[in-house]
Nanobody, 120 residues
Framework: QVQLVESGGGLVQAGGALRLSCAAS????????MSWYRQAPGKQRDLVAA???????NYADSVKGRFTISRDNGKNTVYLQMNSLKPEDTAVYYC??????????????WGRGTQVTVSS
């Protein structure tokens, strides 16, 4: 059993900052890619940022230069530092992990999401 628990969402004014965290726990042997996705009302879930087990990152064009993804492998945790937030960043943010379990199975897990609301 594996769980991903996000935290750090909330309400912030445009131009402000938030830091999201996602901690993975359970029967984990190793974690490959960790990612953040977001889904606004009535829209599809889109990739925001991803980081590999080696620290290689990629970002959606809409957040480049404003968001930074990082991870702490010792804590099985991924972070998303969001600066210069805009109202269009408002969405539910989901954590995703591609990992290997203690039973040598490669699986993909999602967190339940955390709401980020940016007011204008």
């Amino acid at each position: 059993q594996v769980q991903l628990v996000e935290s750090g969402g909330g309400l912030v004014q445009a131009g402000g900052a938030l830091r999201l965290s996602c901690a993975a726990s359970g029967s984990i042997f190793s974690i490959n890619d960790m990612s953040w996705y977001r889904q606004a009302p009535g829209k599809q879930r889109d990739l925001v940022a991803a980081i590999s087990g080696y620290g290689r990152t990629n970002y959606a064009d809409s957040v480049k230069g404003r968001f930074t993804i990082s991870r702490d492998n010792g804590k099985n945790t991924v972070y998303l530092q969001m600066n210069s937030l805009k109202p269009e960043d408002t969405a539910v943010y989901y954590c995703n992990a591609d990992l290997n379990t203690l039973g040598s199975t490669r699986l993909n897990y999602w967190g339940r999401g955390t709401q980020v609301t940016v007011s204008s």
